[in-house]
């Protein structure tokens, strides 16, 4: 089996090494223009050359949850894209949103500009059940945040395309459910999959519908958000504020006005990182999988989008 690396942005060379030790048996190599033809790709953001050379790919695996770039590209419809079930990523996604939620629910921010000045403050503890977090979004990332956030006492909603259900878990779908889902948040957290249909979906007519004093968590992809209307949102004072971990131009460019917006905490897309060992390990196993003619989780429609 030969396997190839491509990745637009790292150093492809760890994961060459990482991966032909996980996987003796197989020819590991970097991609360069021209290579030989390869049964199986690892990738990440790779160019429409690299689609185009490797016509004989079997599978696809993206080294990230969220397969949107790869997705733009002219595919064969027959070349089964792959993206990880989680490799570490869900519980550094239920850290920062839990981190992100508390933050602002016991309000650290003003608590930290307070002691800034020197000034030694007090205030009144905000009530846990005015605070229901609505998370956006119940794949596998969203799935474990809104049960880590139900360990805090928070009354938690759900949003999905399709049905489902969680104990303890207020769970609403489709497009009929979506109004309803947002009236009943007051935090909310979007982890949906970034698709033709849920781009834009942070838009004025949507976290308008969310309760006053509302605030929001992007921590999917930045295309999902219109940014002229958070901040429009945000200076009515219908909504609180926002912690944005993605955003439509990353790096963030330097002029942006998010980065000086008193309601904006911005992180440099860092909620969930590519963890080598456990994605390198999951990703070989499915291989030896599909080698062996087993079914594997994972796989993406073209259609849907995830």
Request: zero cysteines; hydrophobic letters at 55%.
């Given at each position: 089996m030969k396997i190839t690396i491509c990745f637009?942005?790292?150093?492809?060379?760890?994961?060459?090494q990482a991966v032909q030790q996980a996987f003796p048996?197989?020819?590991?190599?970097?991609?360069t223009p021209g290579a030989p033809q390869a049964d199986h790709a690892i990738v990440w953001a790779p160019p429409q050359q690299f689609i185009d050379e490797q016509s004989g790919l079997q599978a696809l695996f993206n080294i990230g949850a969220g397969v949107d770039a790869l997705l733009q590209l002219k595919?064969?419809?027959?070349?089964?894209?792959?993206?990880?079930?989680?490799?570490?990523?869900?519980?550094?996604?239920?850290e920062f949103v839990c981190h992100a939620v508390i933050r602002h629910f016991r309000e650290f921010d003003g608590y930290d500009a307070d002691t800034q000045?020197?000034?030694w403050s007090y205030r009144k503890p905000q009530n846990r059940a005015d605070f229901t977090v609505g998370v956006?979004?119940?794949?596998?990332?969203?799935e474990r945040v809104a049960k880590a956030l139900q360990v805090f006492e928070f009354p938690v909603n759900g949003y999905s395309r399709s049905a489902k259900n969680f104990p303890g878990i207020r769970c609403f779908n489709g497009a009929q459910g979506?109004?309803?889902?947002l009236a009943a948040t007051r935090v909310l957290v979007n982890l949906m999959p970034l698709t033709p249909e849920t781009e834009n979906?942070?838009?004025h007519a949507t976290l308008s519908q969310l309760q006053k004093g509302g605030y929001l968590i992007n921590v999917a992809r930045g295309k999902h958000l219109v940014e002229e209307d958070l901040i429009t949102l945000m200076d009515s004072g219908h909504l609180a504020g926002a912690t944005l971990d993605v955003f439509r131009t990353e790096p963030l460019p330097a002029d942006h006005p998010f980065w000086q917006h008193p309601k904006i905490t911005v992180t440099p897309h860092t909620s969930a990182r590519t963890l080598r060992e456990e994605s390198i390990a999951q990703i070989v196993g499915k291989m030896q999988a599909l080698q062996r003619g087993d079914a594997i989780n994972g796989v993406v429609d073209h259609q849907r989008g995830y």
């Open positions: 637009a942005s790292l150093p492809p060379e760890p994961w060459v048996a197989a020819e590991v190599y970097a991609w595919l064969p419809p027959s070349l089964k894209v792959v993206r990880l079930d989680d490799a570490g990523m869900s519980v550094q996604m239920a000045a020197g000034k956006m979004g119940l794949g596998v990332l969203g979506l109004p309803e889902f979906i942070l838009n």
